[in-house]
């Protein structure tokens, strides 16, 4: 039987098939502790840093030892490279045959039955209908139905949310394309495959046995790993929450019309779908600005009143559809949702606060009122134990220094093997950090002005292949203002203007931009050589303590005599920090300059906490230190050069 030296080590088997690889001893040493868990039965925790090949050292335990696997990760890019390329290849170094499945959430798969109700719904001009009769000529030559196969249509597309199917929307056995059903394929494969590949969401879905319509979801397996593990917690929150929003209800309402116009039944909704209307009208109306998320009591008390009158015309929707039911499975599948949304409705109006949070969020548009719970660890630890297998629990910020513990209790996981192993990259060598010094305060109104003023030299040295992340989006908006009064050594590129994919894409191409970010480009972002070679974080990134989730847990941390600010405010910022410094570093020869902008670094205590935390960069005190490491970083600007030599 081979032996994990065999495929890790200098002369093993992945150096042999794989131009390039080199031996890294943490990688063995994560492949080793996974093993040990998979063999002893206990769960497994580990930070594995930036740069040790992590899928290859979870894979590769799961492949020797023959066990069924379920593998979660928080993103599609992640879940595509297991899929098609790192299992494919440890499959054949380990010499173990199986079946993969890749199972993606249901908005990448076409859904028959909502585009042929698209298709001949008669509301669709030209360009559409062209469009939507192009997918459905690619879905009959299509094994998966992923969406994503088809290079135009990103997850923005304007035809995905129509021709893809919801939990709520689907007709489940009702439907006259069940037999056909690509969500249902992509199941059946799942439940016959050795492992699958699933995003978080689905892995929550099969553990609550939530999902409808097809039954249990993933096989039962030996072992579930978690990758992007960080990520859990606050999807664990969401998913076990209750929400009502004016977009769902709108979508509602859209479904209702294009379900009676292919029934024929037009004329027999108006009253239903005209109070539904209404409702939401005068949620907008009573809501107020768009101020984010506010705790319940906060919100216009119009707004809360209001709230039972929306699940009055919900039930009442369902009320009048219910006649019309036989008619139409996409009307029945309407009535089911009205009720579904009425009763959570019912039930976020009369929740308990000592349990949960009542909270609205109020945007352009959009307005959802919110019941989450502000201790998910207790609902995931009976899941997980109920799953039965081991879990593996990765990702590179999952403690603080050596403690695991912020991250445990959000999960629930009682007493797991834990590891912290560092990056293989030499920190020491190719990156650096500068605090800058005599900045004011971060809550001084002029800060983010005078923080561009001052590393902004650093910037024009380095020639661009700048991230400048802000904690807020009003930090950032400060932010272009400023840079848009001064001469850039690259193009600009502002989050926003743009999806995330296209904006990473013209960064990579360019070489010398310059991208202006918020929380999506701290986490999940991959940059690699010298197009990304400078980062700015503009303050420590603490929660904002007016958020009422924010506030709720925190309360809640007090009521039970603990310290809110060390147990959940420090260890929150330092994880969000490690993610976003982290993305400077992707690869061995990767050279970069890390500007932390927040003056409480040097002031106060907590700030050793932070730094200690941080891969093992060098700490430049000196401004004329860090100009002339930021000008070997890239193309020198004119201007750079002059201010280096004098």
């Not at 879905?139 to 995905?160: I, K, V, Y």
């Not at 929380?519 to 007016?546: E, H, N, T, Y």
């Not at 982290?582 to 690869?587: A, Q, V």
């Amino acid at each position: 039987m081979q032996e994990l030296a065999d495929i890790f080590g200098s002369n093993g088997a992945l150096a042999e098939r794989l131009p390039g690889f080199s031996y890294r001893e943490a990688q063995q040493q994560m492949a080793q502790l996974v093993m040990q868990a998979l063999t002893s039965g206990r769960h497994v925790a580990i930070e594995a840093g930036t740069g040790i090949g992590k899928t290859f050292a979870y894979l590769t335990p799961v492949l020797m030892s023959g066990r069924r696997a379920i593998i979660s990760t928080g993103t599609k890019t992640l879940q595509d490279q297991l899929f098609a390329r790192d299992l494919p290849l440890l499959g054949a170094v380990v010499g173990r045959p199986m079946q993969v499945a890749l199972l993606k959430g249901r908005n990448n798969y076409l859904c028959w039955h909502r585009l042929e109700t698209a298709l001949h719904d008669g509301t669709r001009d030209a360009e559409t209908l062209g469009a939507l009769r192009a997918l459905s000529q690619w879905g009959q030559t299509s094994d998966s139905g992923d969406l994503t196969e088809l290079e135009d249509f990103a997850d923005e597309h304007t035809l995905r949310s129509i021709v893809t199917s919801t939990v709520e929307n689907c007709l489940g056995r009702d439907c006259e394309f069940f037999d056909r059903c690509f969500v249902l394929d992509a199941r059946r494969r799942a439940q016959a495959a050795d492992i699958v590949i699933v995003n978080h969401h689905l892995l929550l879905a099969d553990l609550a046995l939530k999902e409808n319509g097809f039954g249990e979801l993933l096989p039962g397996a030996d072992a579930v790993i978690v990758d992007e593990a960080h990520q859990l917690p606050d999807v664990a929150q969401q998913f076990f929450g209750w929400s009502v929003s004016t977009r769902e209800l709108e979508s509602l309402v859209r479904d209702v019309y294009a379900e009676a116009r292919t029934a024929a039944v037009v004329g027999e909704i108006d009253g239903g779908v005209r109070a539904l209307n209404k409702a939401i009208l005068d949620l907008r109306a009573v809501a107020g600005p768009p101020l984010g998320r506010m705790p319940w009591a906060a919100a216009p008390g119009a707004l809360r009143d209001l709230l039972p009158d929306v699940g009055v015309a919900l039930e009442a929707l369902a009320r009048g559809l219910e006649p019309l039911v036989e008619s139409s499975g996409g009307l029945r599948s309407c009535v089911e949702r009205a009720v579904d949304a009425a009763a959570r409705m019912r039930s976020i109006t009369v929740a308990d606060p000592s349990e949960g949070l009542r909270w609205f969020d109020v945007t352009n548009g959009t307005v959802a009122v919110h019941w989450t719970p502000l201790d998910v660890g207790a609902a995931l630890a009976a899941r997980i134990e109920a799953q039965r297998g081991v879990w593996v629990f990765t990702s590179a910020t999952l403690a603080v220094g050596d403690d695991f513990s912020h991250f445990l209790e959000r999960v629930g996981i009682d007493r797991p093997l834990t590891r912290v192993l560092q990056s293989p990259f030499d920190y020491v060598k190719n990156a650096r950090i500068f605090v800058p010094q005599g900045l004011p305060d971060p809550s001084d109104e002029l800060y983010v002005e005078t923080l561009l003023a001052a590393i902004w030299p650093l910037v024009e040295a380095a020639g661009g292949g700048a991230f400048l992340l802000f904690t807020s989006y009003r930090a950032l908006q400060r932010a272009e203002t400023w840079i848009g009064r001064h001469a850039a050594p690259g193009p600009v590129l502002v989050q926003g203007r743009g999806s995330r994919s296209e904006l990473l894409k013209q960064f990579r191409a360019d070489g010398n931009a310059i991208l202006l970010g918020t929380g999506s480009f701290w986490q999940g972002v991959d940059v690699r050589g010298q197009a990304l070679r400078f980062v700015m974080i503009d303050k420590l990134p603490f929660a904002v303590p007016s958020d009422p989730l924010v506030q709720a847990r925190a309360e809640a941390i007090r009521r039970a005599g603990g310290d809110s600010f060390n147990e959940l405010s420090l260890p929150q910022a330092v994880l969000t920090l490690k993610q976003g410094v982290g993305r400077l570093i992707r690869d061995f020869d990767d050279r970069g300059l890390v500007v932390l902008g927040d003056p409480r670094l040097r002031s106060r205590g907590y700030g050793a906490t932070f730094l200690a935390s941080l891969p093992p960069m060098p700490v430049l005190e000196d401004f004329a230190d860090a100009l002339k490491f930021a000008a070997t970083l890239g193309f020198v600007s004119e201007r750079a050069t002059a201010v280096v030599s004098s």
